[in-house]
């Protein structure tokens, strides 16, 4: 099977949110998708082994945030390669509460969802959504997966629906974020990170990167 086929599916870059007794977590989603107009209904894909998809089924309630290509790229790395088992995903990250559920500060859209059924595949739960509620917050033009990769160099996490295993060519200047897989391969060959250097992606400083060898 060709594995760059799917590179051609159009996704987005999207935030999904819950409650977890209280207390906002979430995780990024690229599988989101409009399933029907009437009623309004969103599907999302999540990870068993996303603490998020745990969350959901206890809650009942999603909300889908959207991000825009001006973003906080910092967002995706903190939701996107940390789990809400150990960490709080909303550590730093402003919120307010829309449609009863989380959505963080920076997305430039919101939809508010009850799950009305889901799916289970062999690794995700596809969850479906009926929509609430929904809001445009500000103007932009919505991430794409594919922007995220062209653009901001992100990386796959495992977990993501979208992940293909990698190979890394090896490159004595470039560097690798251990937390998100961000690579820097940059103009400056650095042969040691500055002091102050954070991933552009997650946000973590020098020590959690490795040099690629
Ligand atoms: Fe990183």
């Given at each position: 099977m060709d594995q760059t086929a799917f590179y051609n599916l159009s996704y987005g870059v999207y935030l999904c949110t819950t409650w977890d007794e209280g207390r906002p977590t979430g995780c990024v989603a690229n599988s989101a998708m409009q399933?029907?107009?009437?009623?309004?209904t969103i599907a999302v894909s999540v990870h068993h082994d996303n603490y998020t998809n745990k969350c959901i089924r206890d809650c009942g309630y999603f909300a889908v945030a959207v991000l825009s290509e001006t973003a906080d790229p910092t967002l995706i790395g903190k939701f996107g390669f940390r789990s809400g088992r150990e960490t709080d995903?909303?550590?730093?990250v402003p919120y307010a509460v829309r449609g009863k559920l989380p959505v963080p500060d920076g997305a430039m859209c919101w939809f508010a969802c009850k799950v009305v059924d889901r799916m289970e595949t062999a690794t995700h739960t596809v969850f479906l959504g009926e929509v609430l509620d929904a809001e445009n917050l500000s103007k932009g033009t919505p991430m794409t997966y594919a922007y995220y990769h062209k653009v901001l160099k992100g990386k796959t996490a495992e977990k993501a629906p979208t992940y293909v295993e990698e190979t890394q060519e090896g490159g004595g200047s470039r560097w690798m974020c251990k937390i998100c897989g961000y690579v820097y391969d940059g103009e400056t060959p650095f042969e040691e990170l500055p002091d102050d250097w954070k991933c552009p992606i997650c946000g973590m400083d020098k020590s959690y990167f490795e040099k690629m060898d």
């Open positions: 399933i029907t107009a009437q009623p309004p995903k909303f550590d730093g």
